[in-house]
Every structure is written in C-alpha cells, then in structure tokens.
C-alpha cells in the first residue's frame, strides 16, 4: 500500500506500519540496534537529516539513510556512493529505519539480522529536490560527502534501484583507473654508487599483482593483464579493511615456507587454479601473503609522477598490515648492508629505486635496479624429452631459450627441480602445443634433439643458474617454475 503525504513524499509503506519491518526482523534482547515499541516514525523532525554508515556484514557494504516523516529511508549500496558522475552504482531499498538510528556505531551479533560491525561514516543535512516512489533527488552536505545525487528505480521490485551523482566531482578527482601495468627494473651487479639517492626493498619471490580496491572489493591483475582475483581470495580481507579508499597498490602475492622466507616452489601450487573449491583448499594448505611495495592511485589522485620516497610515506600511512597482506619496509641508503642482510636471510636480492624516481608504468627503467643473490632467467618452453629411467614414462627434461634478434635462441635443457606432480603437470600442458619443428632460430645440438618433442614457444618458465656460458648457454640451470604471469615476449636475458 502507498500513501501520500501532505507535502506530495510518496511513501514506500504506509505511513503507521513504517517500522513494521524493521521491528519484526529485531529482537531488543540480542542486539544493540534502537528497537522502538512502536511502528510509527518520531514526529517533529526537519526532514533534512541524512546518515552513511559503513557495514561489515556478511559482505561489506554502506547504508544510506534519509530522513522523511519520521524515518530513516534506507538503501544499501555494495560500493558507496559514487564520487564520479561516470559510473552509477546499486542501491538496494531496504526497510525503514528509526531516528535514532542516525546515530548507531556497534556491533551487531553474529546469527542476527545484518551481524557485524557497523561504523558511523558520515552524517549531515540534505536538501531535496525530488522525492517519488521512483525517484529521489538530493543535495548532500556531509563532512565527507558533498554533492548532488539521484536515486532512482531500476525494476518492478520495490528493492531494484541505482544512485548517480549529478554535479562534476570534485576538482581534480580522478576515477580509479582500469589498468596501470607495473613498473620494471633492470638488473645490476651491485648496488649504485650514489647509494644516498637510493631506497632499497627487499625482493620478494612471487607472483608481481596490481590491485585495484573500490567499495571495499578488489581486483587483481598480473603482469600480463591476467585477472587473478579469484586466484586469491586472500585479497579480498585486505580490501574490505580498506573501507571507502580507493587506491591502486603494487606488490607481490607470496608464499612463505615454515622459516617465514619466500618459497616460490611452493607458490606453484597457486598458481594455476582457478576453481573455486580447490582454491578455497589450497588457501588453508598453502596461503599466500600480498607484499605492497607502492601506490599508484588514491581517493581520486594519481600518484605516478610523485617521487617514490613521497609514495612510500603515503604507502605506510595506509597502514597495511594484517593475516594475509603487510606493508614490508625499505631503507634509505646503506645498500650494500640490506644486500648482505638480504644473503643472510636468504632471500632473493634486493630492489634499489631512486628516491626522487616518478612510477613509470610498462617501462623497465633505470630508476629501479634489481641485485640479486640467486641467479634466475625467465625461459620459453620449446620442447620436451621422455623420461628414462626413474623417469620412464614420465617427461625428462626441458628444451629451453630466450627470444633474441632472430627468433628464439636455445639457451640449453633443464632436468633438475622438478617434482613427479611437476612434470606430470607439465606434460599436460605441453601436449596440446605440439607441433613437428622446432621453433628455436638456430639448430638444436643433435643429443639434445634426438627424440625431442616440440613445442608452440607459449609457456614462460623460471630457472636458477650459475652462470652464462661462452656459447650462449645456462650452465647448471635447475627448474624453479611455471610464470604464467608472464608473456614470451615479456622475456629477455639477464646479465
């Protein structure tokens, strides 16, 4: 039933059984929520109240509220109120709140209606312009929230609407961008001579992420524009923290072994999956930590040309840290302790950035370095041989190279690192990409290619080694991994 107030204000429920809904879904005694004894609304109010309030129930999202004739007309948007008047968001209408509730912050118990915490985000007045059962239009004066928005019915539920902003956003606000492709470093002997202009990081072994949070929720891309949000779920506790920032953090997705140090064997097994129940197992058997080492992008402000100690201090001012994602530190200057501290450790290297460097995305810019401890090459997969021996029936080695100026050029074959899973994994993958030559640039020596099967030159892989040789070719590489984060034209030789 509708009913129409003397000022024209359509009502969504008539006007004495407002709070009908809201008291039947509470119970007085097991939340801290206002009960009223009564379903009609609180007399007297000016109607130009208005609430936001932050909610963290089963997923995270923000309440809306409008005073009207003695209630608090409700809407629950997923991601807030859009900043920008680019995008519209949902607004689901939800049941009529009382007065009192323009002040609730608590805790609401677990089992009961909208469990979880509820935080007071902004209050203020509002003007209105329009008020319909389809269409409401008002001005917002709050102290985080300044503008002009409508709300408006999207479908034949009473529940099925949208908000859109109006006005321009604020000066300079820029949105949250789609895609911001990462950074690169170029790989150095040893850390630079000026070591004072520097910071230095400590290199992480895994899987390199750009995360993009919006309305408490992320999305996560890999180096080579590959949506790994699913992937790991891990980032989405770390994006609800967030609340309403918006940003756009690098770093990296890692896997620690039982001494706490980067193991990124045993990120493998994150590597490739993408249903659903098997990652939700794999995230308790083997969980991953996200690194963020900088930030590109925040509430409407890019960061790009802002020099990276600045980026730094805006980073920690976030705050990152908790189950699954940290802030790690850098120091500035003293390059040649944090790469010795770096061997102690055991870790891979160490990232020297230039302290007043601007973030140059897809550019591997002499503004970062990378000295590392272990010597890695990124190779493409060109062929495979059986397995003998221990081996029998299973796939016995790799047929590697690295991309040069005439194609792909055999860097050598790698039989060690692996695991049976790995290479009955491998094998898998590798059938569906046979074909009958070889696709290196230059002949394979005859030993190797005798009963080789050859590859389409598609999957990325990482080695460890102990040095080039004369010819061209990885002494002693060991197996380290899959990258399918990474493309073959993404790979070159390191020095």
């Known amino acids: 039933m509708q009913s129409t107030s003397p000022r024209g204000y359509v009502s969504f429920v008539a006007r004495g059984e407002a709070l009908s809904t809201y008291r039947k879904?509470?119970?007085?005694?097991?939340?801290?929520?206002?009960?009223?004894?009564?379903?009609?609304?609180?007399?007297?109010?000016?109607?130009?109240?208005?609430?936001?309030?932050?909610?963290?129930a089963t997923a995270l999202?923000?309440?809306?509220?409008?005073?009207?004739?003695?209630?608090?007309?409700?809407?629950?948007?997923?991601?807030?109120?859009p900043r920008h008047p680019g995008t519209n968001h949902l607004a689901v209408h939800t049941e009529d709140h009382p007065m009192e509730y323009a002040t609730f912050e608590g805790h609401i118990p677990e089992g009961e209606?909208?469990?979880?915490?509820?935080?007071?985000?902004?209050?203020?007045?509002?003007?209105?312009?329009?008020?319909?059962?389809?269409?409401?239009?008002?001005?917002l004066h709050g102290s985080r929230v300044?503008?002009?928005?409508?709300?408006?019915?999207?479908?034949?539920?009473?529940?099925?609407?949208?908000?859109?902003r109006m006005d321009p956003a604020a000066d300079g606000y820029q949105p949250l961008p789609a895609l911001i492709r990462p950074m690169l470093a170029v790989a150095r002997d040893a850390v630079p001579r000026d070591d004072d202009s520097w910071g230095y990081e400590f290199k992480w072994d895994g899987v390199r992420a750009v995360v993009y949070v919006d309305g408490g929720r992320p999305r996560a891309l890999s180096r080579n524009d590959r949506d790994i949000t699913a992937t790991y779920p891990e980032l989405r506790e770390m994006a609800e923290s967030l609340g309403a920032t918006q940003v756009v953090l690098d770093g990296e997705l890692v896997a620690l072994d039982a001494a706490g140090r980067p193991s990124f064997g045993a990120l493998q097994s994150r590597m490739h999956v993408t249903g659903a129940a098997q990652v939700r197992r794999l995230v308790t058997q083997t969980p991953v930590t996200f690194f963020a080492f900088d930030v590109l992008h925040l509430d409407g402000r890019s960061l790009l040309d802002?020099?990276?100690?600045?980026?730094?201090?805006?980073?920690?001012?976030?705050?990152?840290?908790?189950p699954s994602w940290q802030t790690p530190p850098y120091f500035a200057g003293d390059g040649?302790?944090?790469?010795?501290?770096?061997?102690?450790?055991?870790?891979?290297?160490?990232?020297?950035?230039?302290?007043?460097?601007?973030?140059?995305?897809?550019?591997?810019s002499e503004n970062w370095l990378k000295i590392k401890n272990i010597r890695t090459q990124e190779v493409v997969i060109g062929g495979?041989?059986?397995?003998?021996?221990?081996?029998?029936?299973?796939?016995?080695?790799?047929?590697?190279?690295?991309?040069?100026?005439?194609?792909?050029?055999?860097?050598?074959?790698?039989?060690?690192?692996?695991?049976?899973?790995?290479?009955?994994?491998?094998?898998?993958?590798?059938?569906?990409?046979?074909?009958?030559?070889?696709?290196?640039?230059?002949?394979?020596?005859?030993?190797?290619?005798?009963?080789?099967?050859?590859?389409?030159?598609?999957?990325v892989g990482e080695v460890a080694f102990s040095e080039w040789t004369k010819d061209g070719r990885l002494r002693h590489p060991a197996w380290r991994g899959l990258r399918p984060d990474k493309s073959p034209g993404e790979v070159r030789r390191e020095s």
């Open 61 to 81: 999202h923000w309440d809306f509220r409008l005073e009207r004739d003695g209630v608090l007309v409700s809407w629950a948007v997923p991601k807030g109120l």
């Open 336 to 364: 040649a302790a944090i790469l010795a501290a770096s061997q102690a450790q055991g870790l891979e290297g160490i990232v020297a950035k230039r302290l007043d460097s601007p973030y140059v995305p897809d550019r591997r």
């Open 384 to 459: 495979w041989k059986p397995g003998e021996g221990r081996r029998q029936g299973l796939l016995g080695s790799l047929l590697i190279g690295v991309p040069g100026p005439d194609g792909l050029d055999y860097v050598g074959h790698v039989g060690t690192g692996f695991t049976d899973k790995m290479l009955r994994d491998l094998e898998a993958d590798l059938r569906p990409l046979a074909r009958d030559v070889a696709p290196f640039a230059v002949d394979v020596p005859r030993a190797q290619a005798k009963d080789a099967r050859w590859v389409a030159p598609e999957l």
């Open 306 to 322: 802002t020099p990276y100690v600045e980026r730094r201090r805006i980073l920690e001012s976030l705050e990152l840290a908790g």
């Open 25 to 56: 879904k509470r119970d007085p005694a097991r939340t801290p929520e206002p009960v009223p004894t009564t379903s009609r609304g609180r007399k007297g109010g000016n109607d130009d109240t208005f609430v936001i309030q932050e909610h963290h």
């Open 113 to 139: 209606y909208g469990g979880g915490k509820v935080i007071l985000w902004d209050r203020g007045t509002y003007e209105c312009e329009k008020w319909s059962d389809r269409e409401v239009k008002v001005v």
């Open 146 to 164: 300044e503008g002009r928005y409508v709300l408006f019915k999207t479908g034949s539920r009473d529940r099925d609407w949208m908000v859109h």
